[in-house]
């Protein structure tokens, strides 16, 4: 019998957990079914259990994936000296996220805005996505409090307020744009760096205003 490529194994992996995302982002974690999957995948049973033990562990390896995703484009983009100005690195982080996932949905659904609603929603129940949560949250942070610090240093931005309050108040606003494509539909990332673009330029009032 002519053994199976790794190349193989790894698209038949990455087609069950394409097909499991789709299903959890339109229809929730707990709503889905493994035989919603299977027929999303196009697979059989035992194609399927093959890699995957049942619906929780392609859940967690799902949002393993994906924020690992998240996290490698803002690591990649913050190696420059000095970063690239908010607007421009949020935009770029987004542009990756978002774009990666929305070539998985053939009819405009806005996949990866739900699936990280979904995962948010899951990680206050189960423990050990929390845990990746929490991971992944304190590397941006770090990330986002290198970045600022980079920022004061190059006299970009105030340096009387402490790097992490803003680290904070930047993911804030990703976040909120995430939760704002899965609640309200999708919208251009030109939107959040518009909005960034506008607040970074405010000035004191002018006199005589």
Not at 158 to 181: L, S
Request: glycine share 8%; net charge negative; hydrophobic share 45%.
């Amino acid at each position: 019998m002519a053994r199976v490529s790794q190349e193989h194994l790894d698209a038949r992996r990455r087609q069950i957990l394409e097909g499991a995302a789709r299903c959890f982002a339109r229809n929730g974690f707990h709503a889905t079914s493994m035989q919603d999957v299977l027929k999303e995948a196009d697979l059989s049973a035992g194609a399927v259990y093959r890699y995957f033990s049942g619906k929780d562990e392609l859940i967690t390896a799902i949002v393993k994936g994906v924020l690992a995703e998240v996290r490698a484009a803002f690591e990649e983009i913050t190696r420059q000296s000095p970063p690239p100005p908010p607007d421009v690195l949020v935009g770029e982080v987004l542009a990756r996220a978002l774009g990666r996932w929305e070539t998985l949905s053939a009819d405009g659904e806005a996949t990866f805005p739900r699936l990280i609603m979904q995962v948010w929603a899951e990680a206050a129940r189960n423990p050990e996505l929390a845990g990746v949560v929490d991971e992944v949250y304190g590397v941006v942070t770090t990330a986002w409090i290198r970045v600022v610090e980079a920022y004061q240093d190059a006299g970009m931005m105030r340096a009387d307020i402490p790097a992490e309050h803003v680290a904070r108040t930047m993911v804030a606003t990703v976040q909120g744009f995430i939760a704002q494509q899965s609640l309200l539909g999708p919208a251009p990332v030109e939107v959040l760096q518009d909005g960034l673009r506008a607040l970074m330029s405010m000035a004191g009032p002018q006199p005589g205003a």
